[in-house]
């Protein structure tokens, strides 16, 4: 038997480790160790994990790259970034838009991340990033799987025209429900436009996934509504809530209520590491809250929770290198999530927890699944979290589409080695623990 592709000596995100994986004609049909048959190509992991790719499930490419224009972020401040995207959306394009978005993609491409959530605005009359971002869809299907929510970033009731805006982009092909509650006017207008928005997709057989609770006020509460609104509508499974860094401030007491409630309407947990620990808590002294979600406490109820990358290089955070490692990274830290178990779901909170929230088909390192892998240098979820690891191959459909070559440091220090690997700098006494 052959082959087209078989990668040796891999090690896996669920620790299996020295496994062969055979790929023929863009599948995976086998994941063995010591797989005898021939192949077309063999590449060889040598001890190095081989990952699913990274899925970024919250974004917003019409934005991306657009960092400066009109000018920077004064105050960091989320309302700012709103404001200054404002200014920036009267001078849009739709060929300039395409065209950061796809240069965008192709940083992605290098980064093993090959499957992103959008949130697109709606609130442009000329629908320019809707347009746009529905023709990249389509241009980087071969290489990367984009899915557009529909979101009204200056409120669903608050903008004059959102509304209609809205029902315009699913028309045209949008495939998500997005919404911004904590922006309306008031809470009862927030309280409304999740009820809206979730009509709206349960009529039309949608998603949902909105910027919920993206506040330090710990009396914001459209999480409730929205986790209300799922059981109403029997949305179960089919609705993210996005941010709800409101819940870092809540009471205690009211939490423990709340938390059984998202568990129950099955909602799917999106916390923005990067963005939030610098757009939150800006108007504290000190101590400052930070701005993350009870991510552990979520995942040991076993909620879904994916992180989000949110934004990279535009109003609201000029930082981001389509590296959703630095995302993992970041929610480590954040969250003290730094257990090895606790490392291991960050890591899966941007692979397989973000796949289940897309809706990916075919996701995953098993037969049948898509050749969609990330050969990175790294042996394990931990070291690539720490190191940020490079992606020394992206294979897509059982292609190779990116590689990086290996990071080296030569070294003029008598005594010394001529060189370093820092992939191999980790105690072997740590993935043995
Ligand atoms: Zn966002």
Not at 60 to 76: C, I, K, Q, V
Not at 78 to 105: D, F, M, N, S
Not at 358 to 371: E, Q, S, V, W
Request: hydrophobic share 40%.
């Amino acid at each position: 038997m052959t082959f087209d592709t078989i990668i040796r000596h891999a090690n896996l995100a669920d620790d299996r480790m020295g496994v062969d994986i055979a790929i023929s004609k863009g599948r995976i049909v086998a994941v063995e160790p010591g797989i005898t048959a021939e192949a077309g190509e063999v590449i060889d992991a040598g001890g190095r994990l081989v990952s699913a790719p990274f899925i970024d499930i919250h974004f917003h490419m019409d934005a991306t790259l657009s960092l400066g224009t009109p000018r920077l972020n004064r105050s960091g401040t989320l309302l700012e970034g709103i404001q200054l995207w404002g200014e920036l959306k009267p001078l849009l394009t739709k060929e300039a838009v395409i065209e950061r978005a796809l240069r965008y993609c192709d940083l992605a491409v290098s980064q093993g991340l090959l499957a992103v959530r959008s949130h697109v605005d709606v609130c442009d009359e000329r629908l320019t990033g809707v347009e746009a971002l529905l023709e990249v869809k389509d241009l980087v299907r071969d290489y990367l799987d984009l899915q557009l929510v529909a979101f009204p970033q200056d409120g669903y009731f608050r903008s004059a025209t959102a509304a209609r805006n809205l029902e315009r982009s699913l028309d045209m092909g949008v495939d998500v429900v997005g919404g911004i509650p904590h922006f309306e006017r008031t809470m009862e207008d927030g309280r409304r436009s999740v009820t809206a928005l979730c009509e709206i997709a349960a009529e039309r057989g949608l998603l949902v996934d909105l910027h919920c609770d993206e506040t330090d006020d710990p009396m914001s509460r459209h999480i409730e509504t929205l986790a209300y609104e799922t059981q109403r509508l029997g949305l179960q499974g089919r609705v993210a809530g996005s941010h709800l860094t409101s819940m870092h401030s809540m009471d205690n007491y009211y939490v423990s209520k709340l938390l059984p409630l998202i568990v129950e309407a099955q909602i799917h947990c999106v916390p923005n590491p990067l963005a939030n620990i610098v757009l939150q808590g800006r108007h504290d002294t000190y101590p400052k809250r930070r701005g993350m979600m009870r991510v552990p406490e979520l995942m040991a109820l076993g909620v879904n929770v994916a992180y989000g990358q949110d934004s990279c290089m535009d109003p609201w955070y000029s930082f981001g290198n389509a590296d959703m490692l630095d995302v993992a990274h970041m929610a480590v830290h954040t969250g003290h999530m730094t257990s090895p178990a606790a490392v291991k779901a960050s890591f899966r909170a941007v692979t397989e927890n973000a796949a289940r929230t897309f809706g990916l088909d075919g996701y995953g390192i098993a037969p049948g699944c898509h050749a969609d892998l990330v050969l990175l240098e790294a042996r394990d979820t931990a070291e690539a979290v720490r190191m940020r690891a490079n992606r020394l191959m992206v294979l897509r459909r059982g292609k190779i589409i990116a590689q990086t070559p290996p990071r080296t440091a030569k070294l003029s220090l008598a005594g010394r080695p001529d060189t370093l690997e820092p992939w191999r700098y980790a105690p072997v006494e740590a993935s043995a623990s």
